[in-house]
């Protein structure tokens, strides 16, 4: 597919899928559109001779002419060639660190199995931690920002741990000139002071999980007695933001599930505690789960997205703008085409450690012993696997190749993929619709900013 | 033109002259833990 076109708060919006380039159009280019490539202008107008001019047809057809010739419309895809002669090495210079098989909380969504991976509950040791740093920096070859993120289970169950961890990272950091950022997930109720200084001064970002409304947290994001989280994370989650000074990261980040397929209300909610950087992310769950996502929630699942659009429009021309993760794309940069081509990374560039120093693509595929890829002390022992994940990406997904989406997304969540399809190459075709709209979304945005 | 206004000049293409240093963040270690998304990230070399 080389261009896509849809509708959005009242404008035409047409994509050119390789170049990038998009263009707010006409009506009359719109319907255009439908025949320019199968069909000569002869047969052009005659179709649409009842709707518009013969003139007007002319110029539009004139002026898509010009972008096509420009290479700003129906261009062609010029990067195949770039990932499939890519034999070079790759380096892991980013880290999910699993510094707690254990939770305080079992929300009833959670991927890792109440935090354990449906393994034994353990924390991880500062000599596991240690390790990783060390594995990491061996890893990384020439790339200079390393990541590690502290996540579990809850982290904060073993903060020792993270802070040896961050001790460590820092004294080899001066000595091999890396530059290390760190980002902790918590669930936030095990924050006080001491440990949201430590988290301000020492994270780069950190991610604090609410799902919105009191009565949507509370019914899924539950502690072992059964009782909800909302009136001691708000105000622990409140008081961590404040202390993020200008310019460091943080994100208030939730989960919606089919108990509230109106989530627009929950990130309503969060923007309007004043959350300046908010995340709500469809649950992934198999069909059959009570919570999960199915197509006939699509419909619905949409309608938010366009609200939220608007709405965030709105509050940016009133000065009361917030940013909205995934629609966080800017249109006029973001990541080069040798990164979208090449995925998110997963298994080459990026792996997930568990408490005992085993390694495995991601955080998502933590306790599957197919993917173990080997262990920090030992090494990497299945190197067909980092193969397999490198050339997992669009140009080996066929149907990445028909969609349109393919720079945006770059082939989507390989765990996702794999869960629902069993192979890493298929999408998982629900996420991909939702990643669709919401492309749709983040683009109208910035289109009808610019626009005004 | 009069009927196409063009808001983006195909930034995807023109990003082929950088060079690919992959020092950019991998997107699960910003917000998202499920759904990923590339083209929201940075680019580290702009």
Known sequence: ?452 | MKHIKTINMGALKNSIAKPGCKECANSCQSACKTSCTVANLECENR
């Open chain 1, 1 to 452: 597919m080389k261009l896509h076109k849809f509708k959005q708060m009242g404008m035409n919006i047409v994509i050119d899928v390789n170049s990038g380039a998009i263009h707010i159009v006409d009506d009359i280019v719109y319907d255009v559109l439908d025949y320019y490539k199968y069909k000569d202008l002869s047969e052009i107008l005659l179709n649409l001779k009842d709707k518009y001019t013969e003139e007007q047809i002319e110029e539009a057809y004139n002026e898509i002419k010009q972008l096509e010739e420009e290479g700003l419309l129906y261009t062609e895809d010029p990067y195949k060639n770039i990932i499939l002669n890519d034999n070079g090495p790759s380096y892991i210079k980013a880290m999910c660190l699993n510094i707690a098989h254990d939770c305080n909380l079992k929300c009833k969504y959670c991927f890792a199995s109440e935090g354990d991976y449906k393994g034994e509950r353990k924390l991880m040791s500062p000599e596991v931690g240690k390790r990783a740093v060390d594995f990491v920096i061996e890893n990384a070859g020439p790339r200079k920002n390393v990541e590690i993120d502290l996540f579990g289970g809850e982290p904060l169950m073993n903060f020792n741990t993270v802070k040896e961890i961050v001790e460590y990272a820092r004294k080899r950091e001066k000595e091999t000139g890396k530059n290390i950022r760190f980002t902790i997930t918590t669930n936030a109720t095990l924050l006080n002071d001491e440990k949201m200084e430590f988290i301000d001064e020492n994270m780069g970002n950190v991610v604090l999980s609410i799902d919105g409304r009191k009565e949507v947290n509370d019914k899924i994001r539950i502690r072992y007695d059964g009782t909800g989280t909302f009136d001691d994370i708000l105000p622990k989650i409140k008081a961590m933001v404040e202390k993020r000074k200008e310019g460091k990261q943080y994100y208030v980040r939730g989960t919606f599930t089919r108990e509230n397929l109106d989530f627009y209300n929950d990130v309503m909610m969060l923007a309007d505690e004043g959350f300046k950087e908010i995340s709500i992310e469809p649950v992934v769950l198999e069909d059959k789960h009570p919570l999960s996502l199915r197509e006939e929630d699509l419909d619905t699942i949409f309608e938010q997205y366009d609200k939220l659009a608007e709405e965030i429009v709105n509050r940016e021309k009133q000065g009361k703008g917030f940013k909205f993760y995934h629609f966080n794309i800017d249109v006029n940069g973001g990541p080069c085409v040798y990164k979208r081509i090449s995925g998110c990374g997963a298994g080459y560039e990026y792996v997930a450690v568990t408490p005992d120093g085993d390694i495995y693509p991601c955080h998502q595929f933590v306790g599957n012993e197919e993917f173990k890829l080997g262990n920090v002390f030992d090494g990497i022992s299945n190197d067909e696997l980092i193969k397999t994940f490198k050339n997992g990406h669009i140009y080996n997904k066929p149907k990445c190749m028909e969609c349109w989406a393919r720079f945006y997304c770059s082939g989507g969540c390989q765990a996702n993929n794999y869960s629902f399809n069993k192979d890493i190459h298929i999408p998982y075709e629900l996420g991909c619709k939702m990643m669709k709209k919401r492309v749709e979304c983040a683009i109208a945005i910035k289109a009808k900013l610019m626009e005004e």
